[in-house]
């Protein structure tokens, strides 16, 4: 059922219980996304160190099930990436769920595949992955 | 009390309903954003296209002779069914938003001095709020706002003499049933109390245009809005009641064609109200099919349609707050049929999402209702709103959907 392809068990564990969901205090980084639609919001925290990788990763969400599980998946996979790389992934993410791109190398975020069949919930799912290309770019606070 | 079983009499005037929604019966609950058209609304529209279209008011022929009186019978028709004394005091216009913005723009716009008070309440649908907002920082007037406090979103209403005594009120603008909450505003005392200070009345009745007898003569109100497409009509038309008197006074919203008595290459003249606010080709086909939908409501009865309302709301509630860890909002009792709600911890998208694979139309959201939302502490809630041809299996099946949505997100 496509149904619980969309709320894949994966998905439903991330949801729950959500991995590195926190704050993190400066000299992190924080970006916000928000989606005006249905009022969900998340902050991403990126702590960088001296080689410019991601060395903490955290976030906060007010948010559906879809947009918890992928901030969540997401952490996971660019913990220890250089920003060019973390924006690689988060175009690759991008172009996989809207362009019907290659899930290669995606791991864990092919669990989202399931919302190419709710176009209506394709901002929940990239909500996150905004919120850390603001992190990325954004300044301490 | 016998259960009036508005369902059994009138549900197969609504063919959309007769369908499968990813493979179960659709239950459709979520009339508060728009109700579904009878057949003879769809049949009316179909009607008008194929044999009495052209435009009206300017053709001499007589296709345009026949639009032009089905179009100003429909103003007859929405005079009589909100009992305005005169179908001049009806102003065809989009929907609420349009009426609204076109009371605050060209009344409140010129009308309003630096200081003066708009007063609205905290359980306003944003149409009832931004164009105030928009309005008040135009001419340096300001906001104040009835307080909406806990779960059941009370209002104080012995306050209100108070508030117009201590400040400078011009206008108060509430929502005469509101859309979240489901509770229902005294907009006829809320009007008296106003006038007693001098202050100008507008009723937002979107959630009561088609659920209740209306009449703006007992309401007393100076204005009052609502959208076809929230009482079995068409999209896209939508009223401003206004006071003849208030009405003659104003600047036209929009202008251009259809709206003018004579133009020169310097300047124009404006038609009386209420052609003075209609400029350009009005909706034709949307007020006449506005007319066969009202004309459908008084055939069920409007009555009726309050009782059944008021049934479903108050069972809906009470079996609703039975399911374990859920919060329903909005009134104990006395209750329009709409009501929101949070289940556990789940996100109301999740759970629009899951009752939609079970046939279940709900509405997850803020409800364009943002603040307060806020004010409750949430993002987001769920909604199920109910009318005429709803059933209590119906009813079944949403209890039903969220038991399984709580065990499969819990």
């Not at chain 1, 690759?92 to 989202?112: Q, V």
């Not at chain 2, 065809?92 to 716009?109: C, K, M």
């Not at chain 2, 809906?316 to 289940?343: M, N, W, Y």
Request: glycine share 8%.
């Amino acid at each position: 059922m496509d149904f619980d392809e969309l709320y894949q068990e994966i998905i439903l564990d991330h949801s729950k219980r959500p991995r590195n969901s926190g704050v993190l205090p400066p000299p992190a980084t924080r970006g916000s996304g928000y989606n005006p639609a249905c009022g969900d919001e998340v902050t991403v925290f990126v702590l960088k160190s001296a080689e410019g990788k991601i060395e903490t990763i955290s976030f906060q969400a007010q948010a559906c099930a879809i947009c918890t599980a992928s901030t969540s998946l997401m952490t996971l996979q660019v913990k220890g990436t250089t920003q060019e790389q973390a924006l690689e992934i988060q175009r690759h993410f991008i172009d996989f769920l809207t362009k019907d791109g290659s899930s290669e190398g995606l791991g864990h975020l092919r669990a989202l595949a399931g919302v190419k069949k709710f176009p209506q919930r394709l901002k929940c799912a990239t909500l996150g992955w905004h919120a850390l290309e603001a992190a990325l770019k954004g300044d301490a606070g | 009390m016998t259960v009036p079983s508005l369902a059994e009499r009138f549900r197969a005037d609504f063919p959309i309903l007769d369908q499968t929604v990813n493979g179960h019966p659709l239950v459709y609950l979520d009339n508060a954003a728009s109700t579904q058209r009878p057949t003879s609304v769809i049949n009316e529209l179909s009607r008008y296209y194929r044999h009495d279209h052209a435009n009206v008011h300017r053709g001499l022929h007589a296709l345009s002779t026949r639009a032009t009186a089905l179009y100003e019978n429909a103003r007859q028709r929405v005079a009589t069914f909100l009992n305005a004394e005169d179908p001049e005091s009806i102003v065809f216009t989009r929907g609420t938003t349009e009426s609204i913005n076109l009371v605050a723009s060209s009344w409140a716009g010129n009308e309003l001095k630096p200081g003066d008070g708009i007063l609205l309440t905290q359980m306003e649908h944003h149409a009832n709020l931004i164009p105030w907002q928009i309005v008040a920082r135009r001419v340096g007037a300001r906001l104040y706002f009835l307080t909406v406090t806990g779960d059941e979103g009370e209002i104080d209403w012995s306050q209100l003499d108070t508030i117009f005594t201590d400040n400078p009120i011009r206008i108060v603008a509430l929502t005469h049933i509101s859309n979240s909450l489901g509770r229902i505003n005294p907009v006829a005392e809320v009007c008296r109390t106003a006038h007693k200070h001098g202050a100008v009345t507008l009723i937002d009745a979107a959630q009561s245009a088609g659920h209740m007898p209306l009449d703006v003569r007992a309401i007393d109100c100076d204005f009052l809005a609502f959208s076809g497409h929230k009482c079995c009509g068409p999209t896209g038309i939508g009223i401003l009641y206004g006071r003849k008197s208030l009405l003659e006074k104003m600047e036209p919203y929009q202008t251009g064609g259809e709206m003018i008595v004579s133009v020169t290459f310097e300047g124009a003249e404006w038609k009386p109200p209420p052609h003075r606010f209609e400029a350009g080709t009005p909706h034709i086909a949307g007020a006449i099919g506005l007319a066969t939908a009202l004309d459908y409501l008084d055939q069920v009865g409007r009555n009726s349609i309050q009782e059944n309302d008021h049934h479903f709301g108050n069972i809906a509630a009470t079996r609703l707050r039975e399911i374990p860890d859920l919060r329903v909002f909005g009134p104990l009792d006395e209750r329009a049929g709409i009501v929101s709600f949070q289940l556990g911890k789940i996100h109301a998208h999740d759970l629009v999402a899951f009752a939609d694979q079970h046939g279940v139309a709900l509405r997850g959201g803020h409800h364009c209702n943002q603040p307060l939302v806020r004010k409750l502490g949430l993002h987001a809630t769920a909604r199920a709103s109910f009318y005429l041809y709803n059933t209590e299996s119906e009813l079944d099946r949403l209890v039903a959907v969220l038991h399984s949505a709580a065990k499969y997100f819990g």
